[in-house]
């Protein structure tokens, strides 16, 4: 009888364990200033992480969850049976298998789709009782979500290619000195500062190495009336030249 009892106990537990998946496995990965990283997943999955970015990774028997915490990525998703979510604090994707870039600003979530199909997925904290309807993109398209969007903002990628910083380059087109500064900065240590406000909104455009802030700001003095000050440690600092034009 002890025998017949034991053998029926493992046998239950057999059972329960067939019955109750096993709970996902957790991976967090990061990377620090300046640092680019190549993931390979267990599914096949590749993501490239770019400067000062983090994200976790749990795979299950019939999930795949992505949830970038800060940064900015490159997937490229294995097809399989089981769909790969990615959550974000603005919201998130589904998909199967494609190539998309996320950008998890502090206010929004930028997708860009170079291959295949997503489904935007809302905010699970819906600012109503109704369920918020669910948007598709194609191949070309661009989609920014955010808390502060009732809706996604979709436009249209020039060019459906992978984005210019997995090789290490910045592209900037007509964009604002503010903001290209902001992007260096998210390169390095070392900080390129706007003393002079009225600075801030002079357009940039070209294309620059990531890790040569020095020769982006020699570039932009000998373009517009501005001088560099490298005199405090770990700041360069740019006013305007009041001796040009």
């Not at 967090?28 to 400067?51: M, N, P, Q």
């Not at 955010?146 to 459906?160: A, E």
């Not at 992978?162 to 290209?180: H, K, Q």
């Amino acid at each position: 009888a002890a025998g017949l009892a034991a053998t029926l106990a493992l046998a239950l537990l057999g059972a329960w364990q067939v019955l109750v998946p096993a709970a996902p496995i957790e991976r967090v990965y990061a990377t620090g200033v300046g640092e680019r990283r190549e993931l390979a997943l267990e599914d096949g999955t590749r993501i490239t992480l770019d400067t000062d970015s983090r994200l976790h990774v749990a795979f299950g028997p019939r999930t795949r969850t992505v949830v970038l915490d800060r940064g900015r990525a490159f997937f490229r998703v294995a097809r399989e049976r089981r769909p790969l979510t990615v959550h974000t604090a603005h919201g998130g994707l589904r998909v199967v298998g494609t190539e998309f870039e996320l950008n998890r600003r502090a206010d929004a979530l930028d997708v860009a789709l170079i291959e295949g199909e997503v489904v935007l997925l809302p905010l699970d904290d819906s600012r109503d009782d109704r369920p918020a309807p669910l948007l598709g993109l194609v191949a070309g398209q661009t989609a920014r979500l955010s808390r502060d969007l009732d809706t996604p903002q979709i436009g249209t990628l020039r060019k459906p290619a992978a984005p210019a910083w997995l090789s290490g380059r910045l592209v900037f087109e007509d964009a604002t000195l503010a903001e290209v500064v902001a992007e260096f900065n998210r390169y390095s240590h070392e900080r390129i500062v706007i003393e002079d406000a009225s600075l801030t909104q002079l357009r940039v455009t070209g294309v620059f190495r990531s890790d040569a802030p020095l020769a982006f700001v020699g570039a932009l003095c000998e373009a517009y009336p501005i001088v560099a000050d490298a005199s405090t440690p770990g700041r360069l600092q740019l006013r305007r030249d009041v001796g040009r034009r």
